[in-house]
């Protein structure tokens, strides 16, 4: 007895269009996506010209209304010591920490000034300024 093979190869799903889509879509995604930056207080730089800021800086945020954040973060108590101890565990792990102090056009300089002795007195050295670009 003689059994008939099959004249056409079994049917198999082609996975690469698939993938090609999938990658196509990916691109797009990568391409459109924006990226923004949060922040705990809504503040209004003063202008100057200068650099851009450092890569691995902490951010210490000064309202004009006196309060502060730190790396996005409100600090419950406006006083030196529970500024020290936020910027302190801010800076755990690195070895030369960088406050880049965000202070708003209309914050009063005692308030920039208690952020840079809770900096100094965390131990931290470098202390940068944040501003806009002026036009």
């Not at 995604?29 to 450092?54: E, K, V």
């Not at 792990?93 to 056009?105: D, F, H, K, S, Y």
């Amino acid at each position: 007895m003689r059994f008939r093979t099959p004249d056409h190869e079994p049917l198999e799903i082609n996975l690469i269009p698939l993938i090609d889509v999938l990658l196509v879509m990916l691109i797009f995604l990568a391409a459109t996506t924006t990226f923004m930056r949060h922040q705990a207080l809504t503040i209004t730089l003063p202008q100057a010209s200068g650099q851009t800021q450092p890569t691995q800086a902490i951010e210490l945020s000064i309202h004009e209304s006196g309060r502060f954040a730190v790396n996005a973060v409100l600090v419950d108590n406006p006083s030196v010591a529970s500024l020290t101890a936020a910027l302190q565990k801010a800076s755990e792990g690195q070895q030369e920490p960088t406050v880049l102090i965000r202070a708003a056009a209309n914050a009063t300089h005692q308030l920039v000034i208690t952020g840079m002795q809770a900096a100094r007195q965390a131990g931290i050295a470098r202390v940068h300024f944040a501003t806009q670009a002026s036009e």
